[in-house]
């Protein structure tokens, strides 16, 4: 089999010939660091606003490389082009929220341009831009089918939260609902119109990107969960496999509260099983695993940053063997290969899989 046909007998809970590999998220110092152990020519760990045309380049091409080098069998990608610079500390996005900088990982939201009904009223939404999927069109080209290709797209929560600021989103739930559903048609209406581009630029996957717990509990309550925000992401599921995608939930955090919501709701997995807030995955597949593909679960909390090639080795196999019987498993880290993993340890984690993944490994 190829990468593209292990991920969708897996999403479909098939026994691929063996479990198959997904990288969900990687930032720029792995990529590099990684890189580094398969090509040259690489420049120093820096984020991608600070290198230059030839360096943005020689990145974007060692992560595909990385994905044919160690067999991975989905790709991964998101929006590109935006975002504008405010600032050498901000960037501003097509919407109009403002995020800062991190040295750590992805931008943070600290500027939201919907505070209430009156800034709705005199608000324009942007339209999806067909540009803004290149990642998209460079790995189908490069990839040329044998990889699946997945889209994050940001959901309902994500989306209203970033425009309204999350504290001000959940006062409104309780102040003014209706606000909070004007905001989440809007932005569901730019999810399902870009939805069309998607699969015609060839994608296989939807990941609807949707954080809504910390490792404890939900953010909201399941009753504010179904109202405010399911019904929306719903939409996306259900268009997502009349066009015949996939689609994938994701979400950090302790999802228990929530889950049979979601497996309601008609997703084909979840992703990305944050051991640390009680997503076991020998539980979640004895309570779903008939019902929805399980994509994650290996530590990048502590294990990948701060663990030895011999416990992710380890980890690997005791997931494999938790959650791959019968099919319904891929494999990937528990949130995303961020600046602070160990890149040998990321490689032990690749190799890993094809040593303890084959069928009757």
């Given at each position: 089999m190829n990468g593209k046909e292990r991920i969708m007998n897996a999403l479909n809970i098939r026994e691929p010939d063996r479990v198959p590999l997904y990288i969900h998220g990687i930032n720029e110092a792995p990529i590099i660091g990684i890189g580094r152990e398969i090509t040259d020519g690489l420049p120093e760990p820096k984020e991608f606003h600070e290198m230059n045309d030839q360096e943005k380049v020689k990145l974007l091409d060692t992560l595909f490389l990385l994905h044919e080098h160690f067999d991975v069998d989905g790709f991964t990608s998101f929006e590109i082009g935006h975002e504008v610079e405010v600032d050498a500390g901000h960037v501003a996005d097509d919407w109009g929220v403002v995020y800062t900088r991190s040295h750590h990982g992805l931008p943070v939201a600290t500027g939201h341009p919907i505070g209430g009904p009156g800034d709705l009223a005199g608000f324009t939404p942007p339209r999806p831009n067909r540009g803004h999927l290149i990642l998209l069109d460079l790995g189908r080209d490069r990839f040329k089918g044998e990889k699946a290709l997945f889209w994050l797209m940001r959901g309902t929560f994500v989306r209203s939260w970033r425009l309204m600021g999350m504290e001000n989103l959940m006062v409104q739930m309780f102040d003014n609902p209706e606000f909070v559903h004007r905001v989440a048609r809007m932005v569901t209406d730019y999810n399902l119109e870009q939805l069309d581009m998607l699969v015609d630029a060839g994608l296989d996957v939807l990941v609807v990107e949707d954080d809504i717990a910390d490792k404890f509990s939900p953010l909201i309550s399941p009753k504010q969960y179904s109202e405010f925000i399911n019904p929306y992401n719903k939409e996306l599921v259900d268009k997502a496999h009349?066009?015949?995608?996939?689609?994938?939930?994701?979400?950090?955090?302790?999802?228990?509260?929530?889950?049979?919501?979601?497996?309601?709701?008609?997703?084909?997995?979840?992703?990305?099983?944050?051991?640390?807030?009680?997503?076991?995955?020998?539980?979640?597949?004895?309570?779903?695993?008939?019902?929805?593909?399980?994509?994650?679960?290996?530590?990048?909390?502590?294990?990948?940053?701060?663990?030895?090639?011999?416990?992710?080795?380890?980890?690997?196999?005791?997931?494999?063997?938790?959650?791959?019987?019968?099919?319904?498993?891929?494999?990937?880290?528990?949130?995303?290969?961020?600046?602070?993993?160990?890149?040998?340890?990321?490689?032990?984690?690749?190799?890993?899989?094809?040593?303890?993944?084959?069928?009757n490994a």
């Open positions: 009349r066009m015949g995608l996939k689609a994938v939930a994701h979400s950090d955090g302790n999802l228990w509260p929530l889950l049979d919501i979601m497996l309601e709701t008609g997703y084909d997995g979840l992703n990305p099983l944050e051991p640390q807030a009680g997503m076991e995955l020998k539980k979640l597949k004895a309570h779903c695993g008939d019902r929805l593909c399980l994509l994650g679960n290996i530590d990048c909390v502590d294990l990948l940053p701060h663990g030895t090639v011999g416990e992710v080795d380890n980890a690997v196999r005791q997931a494999i063997g938790d959650a791959a019987d019968g099919g319904g498993y891929i494999l990937c880290d528990s949130n995303s290969l961020h600046p602070g993993v160990d890149p040998l340890n990321c490689i032990a984690m690749f190799e890993a899989v094809k040593k303890y993944g084959a069928r």
